[in-house]
């Protein structure tokens, strides 16, 4: 394994939601990133805020979940083709970070940017809220019941310190 390879049950991902702000040639790009842990979290984060930035031009994303980031979505809101969510996207990726949802909003400054200057925007928008943000290493847990007889009480703690069990 990599050292910078995790195992199958850690994922690195944002102990909170982060912003940040990044500007080229007048135009303003507001970066945000949210830890999420399924697409309706993404949508719920979404909805808020194309109501605070409801005059915004765009509002561009993408989201990776899994362990790894193999489930991801972006969309680039009416920007040229893939100069918008997959910069988005990229940004998340080269923290590492995912169970993360990165939304960068344009006001449009009246100077157009070209797709160069699109991407740099959008990835940069998105760095600029992670520098902010808190990278965190989650573990994937799940409820565990279990019944026994009492006075296998001793037999069971021994086992479950044994495992590593909290």
Not at 35 to 50: F, M, S, V
């Amino acid at each position: 394994m990599s050292p910078t390879a995790r195992p199958d049950d850690e994922y690195t991902t944002l102990l909170n939601p982060c912003e940040g702000l990044f500007k080229s040639k007048g135009s303003k790009h507001f970066g945000y990133v949210f830890p999420i842990q399924n697409a309706l979290d993404a949508e719920k984060h979404l909805a808020q805020l194309r109501k605070i930035h409801h005059t915004a031009r765009h509002h561009a994303f993408a989201w990776r979940l899994g362990t790894h980031g193999e489930t991801y979505r972006t969309y680039d809101d009416g920007e040229p083709s893939n100069t918008a969510g997959p910069p988005i996207l990229g940004a998340l990726r080269s923290r590492g970070v995912t169970h993360c949802l990165g939304v960068v909003i344009r006001y449009f400054g009246g100077t157009k940017l070209g797709v160069g200057g699109l991407i740099e925007a959008y990835r940069e928008a998105t760095f600029a809220a992670l520098d902010n943000g808190t990278i965190v290493v989650r573990q994937i847990t799940c409820p565990l019941h279990i019944s026994f007889p009492y006075e296998k009480m001793g037999e069971v703690m021994s086992f479950l310190k044994k495992c590593g069990a909290p």
